[in-house]
């Protein structure tokens, strides 16, 4: 039996490990095995503890219901992964924020709903404030674009 670190770095590897099979098996077009590794990437992310692991693998679920056009399942997903992320600190969060703001984009445009402009504001303010990642993540000439922010209109979240 492993300890609790080895065990959660086990699983955090197992969570790798299914990520890397959903994307094969898509490729493939397998889209029901891609289905069944995404079911076990939240799985064994959870099994983690880490939070922002968890998050991680709620935007591939998130992925699942806006593909089978289930707009509202995939914006509830959003909604709870951006309110669980809180107000992004670490380019990690950041980096989750925006690309949860994508996605919301994306499920907007592709549900009728009017507020694809919004999340897009919000993932272009998220990718400015991290900046070029060629020449380091956080700027801080941007990270006052976190201060100066109002809730959106759609989801209430504040980047």
Request: glycine share 10%; hydrophobic share 35%.
């Amino acid at each position: 039996m492993l300890a609790d670190d080895g065990r959660r770095t086990a699983y955090g590897l197992l969570t790798s490990v299914y990520e890397c099979a959903m994307q094969y098996l898509y490729k493939l077009g397998r889209v029901s095995d891609a289905t069944l590794a995404t079911e076990r990437v939240l799985w064994s992310a959870e099994r983690t503890e880490d939070p922002l692991r968890l998050i991680a693998a709620r935007w591939y679920e998130a992925g699942e219901f806006l593909g089978i056009g289930e707009h509202d399942d995939a914006a509830d997903i959003i909604d709870s992964a951006l309110t669980a992320l809180g107000r992004p600190g670490s380019p990690q969060e950041l980096s989750l924020a925006g690309s949860f703001h994508l996605k919301a984009a994306l499920n907007e445009a592709r549900g009728g709903g009017r507020e694809a402009g919004r999340h897009l504001q919000h993932a272009q303010r998220l990718a400015e404030t991290l900046g070029d990642p060629r020449r380091g993540l956080q700027r801080p000439d941007k990270a006052c674009l976190l201060a100066e922010s109002r809730p959106c209109r759609c989801c209430g979240w504040v980047c």
